[in-house]
């Protein structure tokens, strides 16, 4: 369901070094003009978490969030923390389209 790079593992153990590992949420964040995306935080675990242990680390995941996603992929980029899902989440876009009169393409147009 979750599966970690060995990249985003060797990250988050340099983030956990002389901390106490804390367990890892796949949450849906809002995302702005780009819409809804997956994003990673700090948290405890809630009642309709699922869990998913990945060597030292525990991830949480809400159930019917992990329904919606499918698989879950974590990786480490040069920008960042990278979560893939095998299925869709959230739907992007500022609502503007070429019959909106949307001309500058920016959001709240």
Not at 21 to 36: N, W, Y
Not at 72 to 96: H, K, P, R, W
């Amino acid at each position: 369901m979750i599966t970690i790079t060995e990249s985003a593992r060797q990250e988050l153990a340099k983030y956990f070094t002389d901390k106490t590992i804390e367990p890892i949420r796949v949450h849906l964040a809002d995302g702005g003009c780009s819409g809804p995306r997956l994003s990673l935080a700090l948290d405890e675990l809630r009642d309709g978490d699922t869990t998913v242990e990945q060597g030292d680390f525990t991830f949480l995941i809400q159930a019917e969030l992990a329904e919606a996603t499918g698989a879950v992929t974590i990786d480490m980029t040069e920008y960042g923390f990278q979560i893939a899902s095998e299925n869709l989440v959230g739907a992007g876009g500022c609502g503007c389209s070429s019959s909106s009169g949307c001309s500058s393409g920016s959001c709240g147009c």
